[in-house]
């Protein structure tokens, strides 16, 4: 059963960094394209970036509301997906999701962690 | 970036009804279109992929058409548990992006 899980979130400070992390189970995490996502509450889904797999030369992309402030990066050996997000701005608030993707096809998404950012 | 405009933003249904959300890429998307249902303090599951595509799982009831810029979800017999809300989303290139979503809500 593929799960993923994300940890990491919580209150932050505008201006300050933090790094949510995606534990994936259940399947070949090296094999796929991660991708996150984020819902401001009340809002709609909106896509923050994804990290190829490294067969695929393991770069990512990013949405120009979050590009040169967020990276991600991936450890296949843990199974872990990264999101450090620094230069946090309140606008930034949201629940992100950890997602396998499936070139944009997206089946499976973990709980969210829930970011705050706020003085 | 391609814009995805999805109508209506609400609606209110019952059960048995039939139900059509339509979604309109700004720029041809071929069938690279996907749709989502999401219910409150859920993560999004993925309903149709590749605009007519039903996911596994997901019951006959849904079915998705179209292609180029304009698509359609319909549910048909609306069921109690089909009241969420629905959102399509483009895979044709990234930054994938959403319509603003439709919330089906109980007549």
């Known amino acids: 059963e593929v799960q993923l899980v994300e940890s990491g979130g919580g209150l932050v400070q505008p201006g300050r960094s933090l790094r949510l992390s995606c534990t994936a189970s259940?399947?070949?995490?090296?094999?796929?394209?991660m991708s996150w996502f984020r819902q401001a509450p009340g809002k709609g889904l909106e896509w923050v970036g994804f990290i190829r797999s490294k067969a695929n030369g393991g770069t990512a992309e990013y949405a120009a509301s979050v590009k040169g402030r967020f990276t991600m990066s991936r450890d296949d050996s843990k199974s872990i997906a990264y999101l450090q997000m620094n230069s946090l701005k309140t606008e930034d608030t949201a629940l992100y999701y950890c997602?396998?993707?499936?070139?944009?096809?997206?089946?499976?998404w973990g709980q969210g962690t829930l970011v705050t950012v706020s003085s | 970036d391609i814009q995805m405009t999805q109508s209506p933003s609400s609606l209110s249904a019952s059960v048995g009804d039939r139900v059509t959300i339509t979604c309109r890429a700004s720029q041809s998307i071929s069938i690279y279109l996907n749709w989502y249902q999401q219910k409150p303090g859920k993560a999004p599951k993925l309903l149709i992929y590749?605009?007519?595509s039903l996911q596994s799982g997901v019951p006959s009831r849904f079915s998705g058409s179209g292609s180029g810029t304009d698509f359609t979800l319909t549910i048909s017999n609306l069921q109690p548990e089909d009241f969420a809300t629905y959102h399509c989303q483009q895979s044709y290139s990234p930054p994938w992006t959403f319509g603003q979503g439709t919330n089906v809500e109980i007549k």
């Open positions: 997602t396998r993707d499936n070139g944009g096809n997206i089946e499976f």
């Open positions: 590749a605009a007519s």
């Open positions: 259940g399947f070949n995490f090296g094999d796929y394209a």
